[in-house]
C-alpha cells in the first residue's frame, strides 16, 4: 500500500527526530503504564513502538515484551524486549496469545485503523487489556479538518487524529469494552515540530507561517502561546484503557 511504504520511508530517514522530547517523555512512559496495570505473567505487545521507550519498560515489568514498528531504523539495536519489523494490520501472532497490548502516538498514522484495531482484538486473550493513546483533534468538524489538513502537509504519512468521540466508537465497534480515559495535554514547540516535518525549507517556512497565525486565528483548535521569543501549542491527547470483550 502506497501511505505504508511512505510511511515506512519518511520514519527511517527521520528516526533521529523521535528519539526526544514527547517520545520519549518517561512521565508520559509512567502514565501509560498506569493506565496498562502490567503484571511479572504477561505477555505484552507495543505496536508501533518506534525506538522503544514504553518495550522497554513493559520488558521490565512483563514476562515478556515484544516491539513491532514498519520503520526498521526506528527500532533499537539491542534492549531487554524483542523487536520485530512488521505491520500494525498483520500482527505475527497466534489468535489469543497475547496478555497487554500498547499503542502509543501511532495511531494516526494507520491507513486502515479498523484492521489495525481487529488484528489486536484477535492476538489479544479474551479479556485481554488495549491501552491506546493518541492526539485528539477537535470535536468541531471544521476544525478538526483544518487541523489534520495542516498535519498533512507537514507529514504526508499522516492519516488522521481523529475526535475522541471517534476513538471511542471505533474501539466500541471493534469488540472492545471502555475501561478509562485519561487526558494529557502534549505540549510542542513550533521550531521542534518543524525539525521532524517531511518537507524542505520552503515548506516549513510556510506551516511556520500558517501556525503563528494560530495565535489570533484559532482554526486548528490547538491552545497557542508564546515564551521566551518561542511559539508553542498544546496538543489534547488521551490515554484509553479498554478491554476485549468476552465471547457470549
Avoid at 525506538?51 to 514476562?63: D, Q, Y
Wanted: charged share 30%; net charge negative.
Amino acid at each position: 500500500m502506497k501511505e505504508k511504504r511512505l510511511a515506512k520511508e519518511l520514519f527511517d530517514k527521520r528516526a533521529e527526530g523521535y528519539a526526544k522530547g514527547c517520545f520519549a517523555s518517561e512521565e508520559h512512559v509512567e502514565a501509560m503504564l498506569l493506565a496498562a496495570e502490567p503484571e511479572a505473567t504477561q505477555l505484552a505487545l507495543d505496536v508501533a513502538c518506534g525506538h522503544g521507550f514504553l518495550t522497554e519498560a513493559l520488558a521490565t515489568r512483563t514476562k515478556l515484551a515484544a516491539g513491532i514498528d514498519l520503520a526498521s531504523e526506528m527500532l533499537p539495536k539491542q534492549g531487554k524486549a524483542c523487536y520485530l519489523v512488521g505491520d500494525a494490520e498483520y500482527l505475527p501472532f497466534r489468535e489469543e496469545s497475547l496478555d497487554l497490548i500498547v499503542c502509543r502516538f501511532s495511531f494516526h498514522h494507520f491507513p486502515s485503523p479498523e484492521h489495525a484495531l481487529a488484528e489486536i482484538h484477535r492476538v489479544l486473550k479474551q479479556g485481554g487489556t488495549l491501552v491506546l493513546a493518541d492526539g485528539i483533534s477537535s470535536e468541531l468538524e471544521e476544525k478538526s479538518h483544518y487541523l489534520n489538513q495542516v498535519e498533512k502537509l507537514r507529514d504526508p504519512s499522516h492519516v488522521k487524529l481523529y475526535k475522541k468521540s471517534e476513538l471511542l466508537r471505533m474501539l466500541v465497534e471493534g469488540g472492545f469494552v471502555i475501561a478509562k480515559v485519561f487526558h494529557w495535554e502534549l505540549h510542542q514547540e513550533l521550531e521542534d515540530w518543524l525539525s521532524r516535518a517531511a518537507g524542505d525549507e520552503s515548506l516549513k517556512a510556510r506551516l511556520r507561517e500558517i501556525m503563528r497565525r494560530e495565535l489570533e486565528e484559532n482554526r486548528t483548535g490547538l491552545i497557542f502561546w508564546e515564551d521566551g521569543g518561542k511559539t508553542y501549542f498544546a496538543y489534547q491527547t488521551v490515554i484509553i484503557t479498554a478491554t476485549k470483550q468476552f465471547l457470549k
